[in-house]
């Protein structure tokens, strides 16, 4: 059995990041160690490789994902539908993300106004999941970002996201630039 072949074919078919847990259910009989070093193998391999593709860690697992340089390319072909939400549900999902795990009207105090249909769409959307419920007088549900957040912005952890002392510097260095063209 070459498992790192097994391993690359298994990644090749998904359509989400593979855990190294689902890994292991799909080769009950490799053991763990041994399936992270074909990984480990592969995303070597690709990363030498530098091609249209490459193996990247994603919201908890790995996947091949194209590579940025050819993103007009993969768009013309996919023509994907583009992932549109409002400032309000943008603004939601924000407050969830960094913030999680918490409750409605958690959002709705920093917001200031009612959240119930957007947090209805943004699990539609599947980029925020219920935890379960908080142990207090209305049991509220509990609110977090899902594995398909972290898929579609490639990150392999929340706490990839940037924070908010990045995201101060990033609005300063904008700022800056239009400074100097004066």
Known sequence: MDLRRIVESLLFVTRSPLTPERLKDLLPEADAADIQRA???????????????????????????????????????????????????LETLSIIAYKQP??????????????????????????????????????????????????LLGLNDIKDLPTLRDIEDLGRDRNSVGDEGE
Do not use: M
Request: charged share 30%; aromatic share 6%.
């Open 39 to 89: 990984v480990s193998a592969l995303e070597r391999e690709y990363a030498v490789r530098n091609g249209g593709f490459y193996l990247a860690r994603v919201a908890g697992g790995v996947q091949f994902r194209s590579h940025p340089d050819c993103k007009d390319w993969v768009v013309r072909l996919s023509r994907p539908s583009p992932h549109r939400i409002s400032k309000a549900a």
């Open 102 to 151: 918490l409750i409605r009207s958690e959002i709705e105090h920093i917001r200031g106004v009612d959240c119930g249909g957007v947090i209805r769409n943004l699990l539609d959307l599947k980029l925020i999941r219920v935890l379960g419920r908080k142990d207090i007088p209305g049991r509220p549900l509990i609110y977090s970002t899902s594995r398909h957040f972290l898929e």
